[in-house]
């Protein structure tokens, strides 16, 4: 009988740890900016939403996406869709930005795909 509970409430502090801590831990990091080189896209992540700014007749207008993300190693890649155009943002290390590593991948609903080198900071 003791056995049983033992395993109950190991399972039970796993469950909490798990849930209730994991996303305490993703809601620590900052928002991250990026930008493209030449400014063709312009976005802010925060958590699993990703917003894109527009220039539009002297006004900006953000639009935000839910995105699909997936953990690598210091970094993650977030897949989203806009307008059938996918977007595959991948930041190697969220520590250290680096413009040749982290890249914004855009593939049209044809299957041809551009790729932007990004320049992404903290937000403050």
């Known amino acids: 009988m003791k056995t049983r509970e033992k395993r109950t409430f190991l399972l039970s502090l796993a469950m909490i740890l798990f849930f209730g801590l994991g ?3 993703q809601a620590a990091h900052k928002a991250i900016n990026c930008t493209t ?6 976005f802010t992540i925060q958590g699993s939403s990703v917003a894109f700014q527009q220039q539009k007749r002297g ?3 953000s639009s935000v996406l839910s995105a699909k ?3 690598v190693s210091k970094g993650f890649r977030k897949t989203l ?3 059938g155009y996918k977007h595959l943002i991948n930041i ?6 680096d413009s040749n590593n982290d890249f ?3 593939t049209s609903p044809k299957g041809h795909k551009v790729t932007f080198p990004l320049n992404c900071s903290q937000a403050e």
């Open 37 to 42: 080189n030449f400014g063709e896209k312009s």
């Open 59 to 61: 006004r900006n207008i």
């Open 23 to 25: 996303p305490m831990a």
């Open 69 to 71: 993300t997936r953990t």
């Open 104 to 106: 914004l991948a855009v």
């Open 81 to 83: 869709y806009d307008n």
């Open 92 to 97: 190697k290390d969220q520590n250290n930005f």
